[in-house]
């Protein structure tokens, strides 16, 4: 289960529930070209390392 909430307009957090074993929490950004701060990895830097792994 993931919860993600929206701390500006393109910064966000999302908490992934792993059942009994606790949670993890990220946050991603867009970069000033695209009106974000880039104060984290971009949301699709995720997605590439995800395919990755």
Known sequence: E??????????????VHRGGSGHMTFASDEGPSLGGLGSAPT????????LAF
């Open 43 to 50: 949301p699709l830097m995720y997605f590439s390392a995800a």
């Open 2 to 15: 993931a919860d993600v909430s929206a701390v500006t307009p393109f910064r966000k957090l999302a908490t």
